[in-house]
């Protein structure tokens, strides 16, 4: 599990951040983290005050690495490059969320490694880390000055004819659609960039392999930039359904084998094949070790 029950019983009165900062060797910032997503607890009742003085038995729930096996491709002093496996969370989204990247990050590089910017759960590839506090600073500058150059891989629907320049905003949360984490085109959202194009097209199962350069960092910009061009990614479940069908499985209310079958793959046909940017005067150009299109095919329901 990735996150545990620690239990210890406080016989004198001292402030809470303080007892947490003694029994879990952390410092003040994660003693009040801790606090604030309420996961301590004072004779078994939920505790949010961080500076008052408490006693008695004291319950805090706690991330414990448990590492799926998962090692960097790349790394240096301050930072390092994993590829994700597709169907792996970044980081948990729940107390009971199993294993996450967030995992290994832990397990490998201590507590102040964390990546730097995020993909979605069925995206696999590269995605950056940092291994301290000061790099994290500073490589989540680069992301969020749109400094680091971005490439994706995708196998979607139809024929991409040719180079797509995909320039529409993109809004979260439509108070008419039925799914609320999907994004929309929208006149009131947010700048969204993406250039699409074409590597193949495979005219038997009419697919095209394709490369994709987001300029912005949007959630979900590719899926729903691509959907939006009426080309969605083989394996969306999301995107490359309709509303209901979408809903019914994110409810859960629609077999693995069923959504692997409308969308035609076991998984979302993405992936982040390459990541270059410029770090203490030194430039990286870092690109995916995975045979992607051979990966996308085994699992293709062609």
Do not use: W
Not at 78 to 88: L, N, R, T
């Amino acid at each position: 599990m990735a996150y545990i029950t620690k239990r210890f019983f406080q016989k004198h009165l001292k402030k809470t951040f303080k007892i947490l900062i003694d029994e879990l060797d952390i410092s003040i910032h994660e003693a009040q983290k801790i606090v604030d997503r309420k996961r301590v607890f004072l004779n078994g009742v939920l505790h949010q005050h961080k500076a008052k003085k408490i006693q008695g038995e004291i319950e805090v729930i706690v991330f414990k690495p448990n590492p799926i096996g998962l090692n960097p491709i790349f790394q240096t002093e301050d930072f390092a490059v994993f590829e994700k496996p597709s169907g792996i969370l970044v980081h948990p989204r729940k107390l009971e969320t199993v294993q996450t990247l967030n995992d290994d990050i832990k397990y490998l590089f201590g507590r102040d490694a964390n990546a730097v910017h995020r993909i979605d759960k069925g995206t696999s590839g590269l995605i950056v880390i940092s291994k301290n506090k000061r790099s994290e600073v500073e490589l989540k500058q680069l992301f969020e000055e749109r400094k680091v150059y971005k490439e994706y891989i995708a196998l979607v629907d139809g024929e991409v004819k040719e180079i797509l320049n995909i320039d529409e905003k993109l809004l979260h949360n439509l108070a008419s659609s039925k799914i609320r984490i999907k994004m929309h085109i929208h006149k009131d959202g947010k700048e969204s960039y993406s250039r699409v194009e074409p590597i193949e097209y495979d005219r038997m199962n009419g697919v095209t392999l394709v490369k994709v350069i987001p300029k912005t960092g949007r959630q979900h910009q590719i899926r729903a930039h691509l959907f939006h061009v009426e080309h969605f990614i083989i394996g969306d479940t999301l995107y490359g359904l309709d509303e209901n069908l979408a809903e019914e499985y994110l409810d859960g209310n629609m077999s693995f084998k069923r959504g692997a079958e409308l969308t035609r793959s076991k998984r979302l046909l993405l992936h982040s094949n390459r990541i270059c940017f410029e770090y203490n005067n030194i430039k990286y150009d870092i690109r995916s070790k995975i045979n992607i299109k051979k990966e996308f095919y085994e699992n293709c329901k062609f």
